[in-house]
C-alpha cells in the first residue's frame, strides 16, 4: 500500500515529521505484481505462492509533493511459511512458459527451482539467491547489478550466458552487449523489476528472440519507472 500525504510540521513529543495522509493506492506485491503484469500484456496466467500471501503487508508513507518516503512499515514479514513443490502436482508441461519470481523469503529452497528447471524447458528466474549449479537448468536469470556484484564469484560460464543484468538507468546487459534506455524522469522505482521480467517473459515466448525481449522488457520498465507507486503495464 502507498499512503500520499504531506508534513508540515514536527511531532511535539519527538523529532519527527506529523503525516497527514490525502489518499492511498493497494496492490498485490512480489510474485503477485508479476502476475498482474503478465496478465495485462493479454498472457493467461496462472499463480502459484504461498497461501498466506493476504496477511503480508508493506505500507509505505510518501510525500506527495517530493515522493520522498518518510517510512515503510511491513507487517507478518516472517510469515512467508515453506513450499513443497511436488505436493502441488503442477503440470508444468501445459503452460508455454514459467517465471520463477523469489524474493528469497523462504517459499522456494534451490532445490524447489532445480526441480522446476527440470520440469521444463522455458523456465525463467528472477531470483535474490546467491547463483550456484541449482539454477544451470533454466533458461534465463534476470537480476539486478547489485545482485551481480552479490554472486559473480559462484557463476560458472554456463550460468554467465543466461544472465540479463538490469543496470537501473544504464539498461542492461546480456552476454556483454548493453541495452540502453531513454533517460526520463523516474518518479518510482518499485516493482520496476517485476515489470521488466513480466515483459522479457510474454515477448519472448510470443517471438522466441531475447534480444527483441530484452528492448520490450526495457521499454515498458521505463514507462513504470515515470510512474508514482507499483505501476502495471
Known amino acids: 500500500m502507498f499512503n500520499y500525504g504531506y508534513c508540515e510540521r514536527l511531532c511535539p513529543e519527538a523529532p519527527v515529521p506529523v503525516f497527514n495522509p490525502i489518499s492511498s493506492t493497494e496492490n498485490a506485491g512480489m510474485a503477485g505484481n508479476v502476475y498482474r503484469n503478465v496478465s495485462s500484456l493479454g498472457a493467461n496466467a496462472v499463480l502459484f505462492t504461498n497461501t498466506n500471501w493476504e496477511i503480508i503487508t508493506k505500507t509505505r508513507f510518501i510525500d506527495g509533493r517530493t515522493n520522498h518516503m518518510f517510512m515503510r512499515l511491513d ?126 517473459v510474454t515477448n519472448y515466448l510470443n517471438n522466441n528472440n531475447i534480444e527483441q525481449a530484452i528492448l520490450f522488457a526495457s521499454d515498458k520498465a521505463t514507462q513504470v519507472v515515470q510512474r508514482r507507486g507499483v505501476s502495471t503495464i
Not at 503442477?90 to 520440469?119: H, Q, T
Not at 537448468?137 to 560458472?156: A, D, M
Request: aromatic share 10%.
Open 75 to 200: 507487517n507478518n514479514d516472517k510469515e512467508y511459511g515453506r513450499s513443497n513443490i511436488r505436493e502441488k502436482n503442477i503440470n508444468f508441461r501445459s503452460y508455454d512458459g514459467v517465471i520463477i519470481s523469489d524474493y528469497n523469503k523462504g517459499w522456494l529452497s534451490e532445490e524447489d527451482i532445480e526441480y522446476v528447471a527440470e520440469k521444463h524447458n522455458n523456465v525463467f528466474l528472477d531470483t535474490k539467491k546467491v547463483l550456484g549449479k541449482w539454477c544451470s537448468g533454466v533458461r534465463f536469470i534476470k537480476i539486478n547489478n547489485h545482485e551481480y556484484e552479490r554472486t559473480k564469484h559462484t557463476l560458472s560460464k554456463r550460468i554467465e550466458q543466461k544472465l540479463i543484468i538490469t543496470m537501473g538507468a544504464e539498461g542492461c546487459k546480456y552476454r556483454e552487449k548493453v541495452f540502453p534506455v531513454d533517460q526520463v524522469e523516474i518518479k518510482d522505482t518499485s516493482g520496476a523489476g517485476d515489470t521488466f521480467i513480466s515483459a522479457l
